[in-house]
């Protein structure tokens, strides 16, 4: 059971450069979320989806897209990095009957 | 809409002292509440949760947090704290099941010394 799977793990990009964070999780879960973790801010909502085919803007949604291409994929997109976007990147899935969130490992990004 | 708000970005203990965290929130309906905790260069792991049953929560690693609804708090509690309690502890609230807006408190660091 893989849980939550997020990739890449570790990104470097030019300031300008696009490029799509990946997540999937096995567990069926209805809702997913993206945050971003910076330092003395804990974690940020950006975008969330509550069901296949729904999204929402979260906290800082600004400079960022999103895709929940099926039940098990929620993908973020950075049409044009800026070093302000430079942070860790977390998806998580919400477990309704058991009322948890389970978050995958993080993807560190770079923009330089 | 809900928010959390964790007072003390940074709590310093010895080993075998009383660890309290403490965390506020706001939200217009019952919240669901979380402690999550999350050690160097990790992903995040649930500490214990409160979903509107007993008001005092037991968690993982002698943790717990008791909800009080008169003061909106949910502080997390150890009575001795082990060295590697060492890692940094983010409240959560969402305010319905479906964790439609799972949303974070900026974070307490908690340092256990010797």
């Known amino acids: 059971n893989a849980g939550v799977t997020q990739t890449p793990k570790f990104q470097v990009l030019k300031t300008g450069q696009s490029m799509t964070l990946q997540c999937a999780q096995d567990?069926?879960?209805?809702?997913m979320y993206w945050y971003r973790q910076d330092p003395g801010m804990g974690l940020r909502l950006i975008y969330y989806?509550?069901?296949?085919?729904?999204?929402d803007k979260g906290e800082v949604p600004n400079g960022y897209n999103v895709s929940r291409l099926n039940k098990r994929e929620f993908s973020l997109r950075l049409e044009s990095a800026a070093p302000s976007q430079t942070s860790v990147y977390f998806c998580?899935?919400?477990?309704?009957?058991?009322?948890?969130?389970?978050f995958g490992q993080g993807t560190r990004l770079t923009v330089v | 809409a809900q928010s959390v708000t964790q007072l003390g970005s940074h709590v310093s203990v010895s080993e075998g002292a009383l660890v309290l965290l403490r965390c506020n929130y706001s939200?217009?309906?019952?919240?669901?509440l979380f402690w999550y905790v999350q050690y160097p260069n990790q992903g995040l792991q649930l500490l214990l949760k409160?979903?509107?049953?007993?008001?005092l929560v037991k968690g993982i690693n002698g943790f717990e947090a008791e909800f009080k609804k008169s003061e909106t708090s949910f502080h997390l509690t150890k009575p001795s704290a082990h060295m590697s309690d060492a890692a940094e502890y983010f409240c959560?609230?969402?305010?319905?099941?479906?964790?439609?807006?799972?949303?974070f408190g900026k974070g307490t660091t908690l340092s256990v010394s010797s």
């Open positions: 998580a899935s919400f477990d309704i009957p058991n009322t948890e969130a389970f």
């Open positions: 567990m069926n879960h209805n809702s």
């Open positions: 989806s509550a069901s296949e085919g729904t999204t």
């Open positions: 939200s217009s309906v019952p919240p669901y």
């Open positions: 409160y979903t509107s049953a007993a008001t």
């Open positions: 959560a609230v969402t305010f319905n099941q479906a964790g439609t807006a799972l949303i």
